[in-house]
């Protein structure tokens, strides 16, 4: 049986909404473990004939309302499960929005987001029922860290920010270990110099094999970043952020993307 942790309220209240409801958003940063609950939550509940999950290719797109209009197998209801409508095309937005208003009274729509308020406004006014899923407080990515078959390294838990989907995937990077170096050293110093943030890059582009490897990579370089908000080498990391946004082809308005320049620009230009 999985084991879950944090947003234990969020995780409560749709449990107990789900009896009855029937639109569903869950929202919230990347890797907070949304994703990993809702999927584990619909697969214990619904058979594979009564679940779709939606993903905005031209196959999910011609079977949606077939699976929409045909009455449930196994349960009294049907679940399509969408992630991360704000990065489908607005037309595929367009087709989805219809497909949910003419959806049958037995179909339940669970939409997963990293940040909704880049979705098509009207379908995002479709979802009454928002769950927010937070980052994990310490004690609690603690508890996370020590459910792994892996001893606890304090320094990713902290660069991991309450993400424990960015603190699993640094354990698996290739070549982590020296990362792991990196960052324990870098972290125990009281001030972080602007050589250590220039060398960050230099390791995720070393290391990180695929997009997220790199997204998870990335959120060590936000937080240290963090701890030098004046440095003058915070808008060459706002290009670092651009170029690595383009070269693992994720739309520039992605949530990681945005907030992190968004922060960072504003503690540079504030600082």
Known sequence: MNQFFGNSESRNKFENDFISGSNFLIFGPSH????????????????????????????????????????????????????????????????????????????????????????????LSRFRRKYEFRRLSVNEMAAFANSLDSPIIGSLLEASRGLPGVYKRLLSISGSSEFISFLREIISNQKISDSDLFSVPIFITSIAKDRDSIQCATECLFYLCTKIPSSPTVPFLLEFFSIMNKCIGINIQSHWVSSMIRVCHSNHTNG
């Open 32 to 123: 907070a473990g949304k994703e990993f609950y809702i999927e584990n939550f619909l697969l214990n509940n619904f058979s594979s004939e009564d679940l779709f999950i939606f993903d905005g290719t031209k196959e999910s797109s011609s079977q949606i309302e077939p699976f929409n209009f045909s009455y449930p197998r196994f349960s009294n209801s049907k679940v399509i499960l969408v992630k991360y409508p704000e990065f489908l095309l607005e037309n595929v937005q367009d087709s989805l929005l219809k497909t949910l208003e003419e959806s049958p009274s037995y179909i339940r729509y669970v939409v997963i987001s990293s940040d909704p308020y880049l979705m098509n406004n009207t379908l």
